[in-house]
């Protein structure tokens, strides 16, 4: 629509440590953006799925701005493997068509 998107998807996790062997899994995610007034941009990610044995969820939310068809954004991701807890600021450039 003019003021949202939403979308879904199912992929491949992999996790590469240099001690050990890769681990695989899946996951689905569920992705919200919002066009509240242009140029801004603000979008919500979600996630669950696997990473070997261990279950792996994500929560990601950005804020941007687009420039034609460029969208420059800065926000934070979480992701939770098992017990353990890793996120931390993002930035980056997302190209819309």
Do not use: C
Request: without cysteine; proline residues 5%.
């Amino acid at each position: 629509g003019r003021h949202a998107l939403f979308r879904t998807g199912i992929g491949v996790n992999t996790l590469v440590d240099p001690q050990s062997k890769p681990v695989q899994g899946i996951n689905f995610h569920y992705d919200m953006d919002f066009f509240p007034v242009k140029p801004l941009v603000l979008s919500i990610r979600l996630g669950a799925g696997t990473l070997g044995e261990a279950s792996l969820t994500q929560a990601r939310m950005t804020a941007g701005l687009t420039l034609y068809k460029v969208e420059f954004y800065g926000g934070y991701d979480s992701q939770w493997i098992g017990d353990q807890s890793i996120g931390g600021p993002i930035a980056g450039a997302r190209l819309w068509f």
